[in-house]
């Protein structure tokens, strides 16, 4: 009952400090989530960001010796900008998942946590305790479901009924053994949407997601985004979101209880151009406390250049040029070729051509001709 009791005061503590949901779970190995793993792995699914061994984590007890309970916690976060600025032609702007709009949501969740372990700390004498936030061991997902904080989608995120998917999750493990929560008694009926609107079939079945093949993890890879990729993400230039957006679960869904999250319009919808000429201070400066920019400029240039040739924006003619010809990066040389050819300019296609006399890199050559073939397909 003291554990009862230690719960009850701790959710009120909790809603003091702004978490918006919390929930308690027992350290029982996440057996299904671990079969599951190993086929995801199996079939190649896996997106490889994951860390530990599949021991490591789906059994708490690996990671902090006498565990007891999960302490799971979820923040809500917006999904509406104020003064919305418009991409417009001779324009153009990405866009960041919502994801990673404000400050970093692992900071900002991390210090949600070590709060509740100072308050149990000062309660419970020989407290121990664990956290993590999307980078550790343990599943966040599973944990969450496991705690009662919402029933797992089947475009495999955690579904609230209060905020819909977009909640950022974090958890605590602890020596304290905290009664139990049940997991939601809800899931997605007869509903297909997620499944139905996903541009690369990455959701190959409900609650099955080929990493591979998902956007959201091919805008943070730092290699050439596949061919038939390229075309799909619009100004997408971090992460991905579809299958969040058509939910019903999230229609109407917006909250803005935390200010850290609030989305500064010209950072999460940068000008394209801008993005392109931006140095390493000012990337940093600018950039470095989303989440969205922790694998650096260079995938999110890559994506930039991608968005200008899905708006094919004749003005970005002369950027992609000097990209093409003096960038050091193979990779945003090659991307900005095939997106000049993307373009269809007769200049970009002639000046493709006099590029591909001097380069040596042959991936980078290989992306000219692919920018070279959109001018046969033009004139066909
Ligand atoms: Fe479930 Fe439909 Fe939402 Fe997909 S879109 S997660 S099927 S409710």
């Known amino acids: 009952m003291a554990y009862q009791k230690l719960k009850e005061e701790l959710i009120a503590y909790s809603k003091e400090i702004g978490i918006d949901k919390i929930g308690f779970a027992s350290v029982e190995p996440f057996a299904e989530f671990k079969s599951r793993l190993e086929e995801q792995q199996a079939l190649g699914y896996a997106s490889g960001f994951e860390k530990g061994t599949n021991q490591e984590r789906t059994e708490p007890e690996r990671l902090m010796p006498g565990a007891e309970s999960i302490i799971a916690i979820a923040l809500a976060y917006p999904t509406r900008i104020k003064n919305d600025p418009k991409s417009v032609k001779g324009d153009r702007r990405g866009f960041f998942a919502r994801a990673s709009w404000g400050t970093d949501y692992h900071i900002v969740l991390k210090e949600k946590l070590d709060k509740l372990a100072s308050f149990l700390q000062k309660k419970v004498p020989g407290l121990q305790f664990s956290s993590m936030v999307d980078t550790g061991e343990l599943s966040d997902r599973a944990v969450a479901e496991r705690a009662g904080i919402g029933f797992s989608g089947s475009n495999t995120l955690i579904i609230s009924p209060e905020y819909g998917s977009y909640m950022y999750l974090g958890e605590m493990i602890t020596n304290i053994p905290f009664p139990a929560d049940q997991p939601l008694d809800e899931g997605c009926g007869t509903c297909t949407k997620c499944l139905d609107a996903?541009?690369?079939?990455?959701?190959?079945e409900p609650g099955r997601l080929n990493a591979q093949q998902c956007l959201a993890f091919l805008t943070q890879t730092k290699g050439f985004m596949p061919d038939d990729h390229r075309d799909k993400l619009g100004n997408y230039i971090y992460g991905y979101e579809t299958c969040q957006v058509v939910c019903p679960y999230n229609k109407g869904v917006d909250f803005h209880n935390h200010e850290e999250f609030e989305p500064d319009p010209d950072l999460v919808k940068p000008r394209l151009v801008d993005l392109l000429a931006v140095s390493n201070r000012e990337f940093k400066e600018k950039f470095g406390k989303m989440a969205g920019s922790w694998r650096g400029k260079k995938?999110?240039?890559?994506?930039?250049?991608?968005?200008?040739?899905?708006?094919?924006?004749?003005?970005?003619?002369?950027?992609?040029?000097?990209?093409?010809?003096?960038?050091?990066?193979?990779?945003?040389?090659?991307?900005?070729?095939?997106?000049?050819?993307?373009?269809?300019?007769?200049?970009?296609?002639?000046?493709?051509?006099?590029?591909?006399?001097?380069?040596?890199d042959l991936e980078v050559m290989e992306e000219m001709e692919k920018g070279l073939q959109f001018e046969s397909i033009s004139t066909n």
């Open 299 to 360: 995938p999110l240039q890559r994506n930039a250049i991608l968005a200008l040739a899905h708006y094919k924006e004749a003005s970005a003619i002369d950027t992609l040029i000097e990209l093409m010809i003096d960038d050091p990066r193979p990779v945003i040389r090659g991307t900005a070729a095939w997106a000049i050819g993307k373009i269809g300019e007769e200049r970009g296609f002639r000046a493709i051509e006099q590029a591909m006399q001097r380069e040596k």
């Open 198 to 204: 996903c541009p690369t079939g990455a959701l190959v």
